[in-house]
């Protein structure tokens, strides 16, 4: 099966990267304005494939996603100096304006898998240039909070003695400072973390959650601080949501979507756990989360809806 990626900067390269490891796909055509850039990436990554598995990779243009079941944007500009985050904003609009038509035009079936940041944000505008072309909503997400929850999982499974893969917690709400950290829905083997903590005589205490809270909301900027960019996670992230599209999974995930309403804010893209299959997001499942959290969910939705408003789509 063939997967597209529209900007091979280190999120979408990286994604390619992933994919290619991890055997996702038979073909995988990446697509940059830089075509020097997406021609390296394809030819280093493919020198990667006799050491992984049988799929081919490539370069090319538009015209080459034909076919793609799935196509990750990852395409974007980054902040000038002096830029505001606004201009920003509506400079990555304007790539998106010229992206998701050309895709959607050529890939007239695919997926659509925003990783551009802010994911929310690019994922609302992507949904709305493809009502555009009568593209329904359930064909565009974006990666959300795939990433945070799998932090918050692998965080909270190093410190409760436990595989993070049978730990079952979601971030959901905003990918970035006012996302929510569910800790009274998080379960393990069925059980609530205070009955697991009792069952297994292991603490949780406040300052554990602060520190795992912290963890997960500023792991970009630590990591940033560190290296510059991230990378990685999110790429493999990509690689995971592209795997439940290309297997019809009926996968759980909190990657992002078009919403009607959030309490009283009204079509917000936003990361909740999706069901996700063949054909994109089938619905999102309301987790049940505390007072706390609600308001906190809500207040998330707030902070995203007053950035699409301020953009001129
Ligand atoms: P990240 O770290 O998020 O991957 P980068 O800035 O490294 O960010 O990558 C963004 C990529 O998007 C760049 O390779 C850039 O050339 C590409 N890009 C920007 N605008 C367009 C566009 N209109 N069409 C295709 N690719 C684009």
New binding site residues.
């Given amino acids: 099966m063939k997967i597209g990626i529209?900007?091979?900067?280190?999120?979408?390269?990286?994604a390619a990267y992933a994919l290619v490891m991890r055997g996702f796909g038979s073909e995988i055509v990446l697509?940059?304005?830089?075509k020097k850039?997406?021609s390296a990436e394809a030819n280093d990554i493919l020198h990667a494939v006799p050491f992984a598995h049988p799929l081919d990779i490539f370069s090319g243009d538009y015209a080459d996603l034909k076919g793609c079941r799935v196509v990750i944007v990852?395409?974007?500009?980054?902040q000038k100096s002096g830029e505001t985050r606004l201009e920003l904003l509506q400079r990555n609009a304007d790539?998106f304006r010229?992206?998701i038509p050309?895709v959607l035009t050529v890939a007239k079936d695919a997926v659509i898998v925003v990783?551009?940041?802010p994911v929310d944000i690019m994922t609302h505008m992507a949904s709305h240039f493809a009502s555009q072309m009568g593209v329904p909503k359930s064909r565009v997400l974006g990666s959300g909070t795939t990433l945070d929850t799998a932090r918050f999982r692998s965080l909270l499974g190093r410190h409760l003695d436990v595989d993070s893969q049978h730990v079952h917690a979601y971030v959901v709400g905003e990918h970035g400072d006012s996302e929510v950290v569910s800790w009274s829905s998080a379960t393990i083997a069925g059980m609530s973390l205070e009955e697991f903590c009792e069952v297994r005589k292991l603490s949780l205490t406040q300052e554990h959650r602060d520190s795992i809270d912290e963890n997960v909301r500023r792991a970009a900027y630590h990591i940033i601080e560190g290296k510059g960019?991230?990378?990685y996670g999110i790429g493999s992230a990509l690689a995971r949501i592209v795997h439940a599209i290309l297997n019809n999974q009926r996968a759980i995930l909190t990657v992002c979507g078009r919403v009607d309403a959030v309490g009283d804010v009204k079509d917000v893209t936003i990361a909740m756990p999706h069901l996700i299959d063949g054909e994109g997001l089938v619905d999102s499942i309301p987790i049940a989360l505390s007072n706390a959290e609600q308001s906190a969910l809500q207040a998330s939705a707030a902070v995203i809806r007053e950035a699409i408003d301020s953009i001129n789509l």
Wanted: proline content about 0%.
């Fill in positions: 529209v900007g091979t900067g280190m999120v979408g390269s990286t697509v940059d304005k830089d850039r997406a990852a395409a974007g500009v980054s790539v010229q992206v050309e990783a551009t940041n960019a991230t990378y």
